[in-house]
Nanobody
């Protein structure tokens, strides 16, 4: 059983910072892409940032230069450092990981339960 456990959300004023963490646990053979998505009220879920197991990152234009995604492959954990937060960053943030649980299983997507980030103006 694989789980993604997120932490670090909360309420912050505009211009402030938050750091989200997401740890994968359970029976894990390998993890490929990890990342964060977000969903604001009334909007579709959108990509925030992704990171490969070799550390290559990709960011949405809206967060480029403000957010930094990093990864600890030993701890199976990904971190999203969010700086210069804006009210439009308010959303539920979801961790995502492409995980192969055993060598004979195909890789599949897993999602965390979501963590609320609220940025006040």
């Amino acid at each position: 059983q694989v789980q993604l456990v997120e932490s670090g959300g909360g309420l912050v004023q505009a211009g402030g910072s938050l750091r989200l963490s997401c740890a994968a646990s359970g029976i894990i053979f390998s993890i490929n892409l990890m990342g964060w998505y977000r969903q604001a009220p009334g909007k579709q879920r959108e990509l925030v940032a992704t990171i490969t197991n070799s550390g290559r990152t990709d960011y949405a234009d809206s967060v480029e230069g403000r957010f930094t995604l990093s990864r600890d492959n030993v701890k199976n954990t990904v971190y999203l450092q969010m700086n210069s937060l804006k009210p439009e960053d308010t959303a539920v943030y979801y961790c995502n990981a492409a995980i192969q649980s055993t060598p004979w299983r195909t890789r599949r997507d897993y999602w965390g339960q979501g963590t609320q980030v609220t940025v006040s103006s």
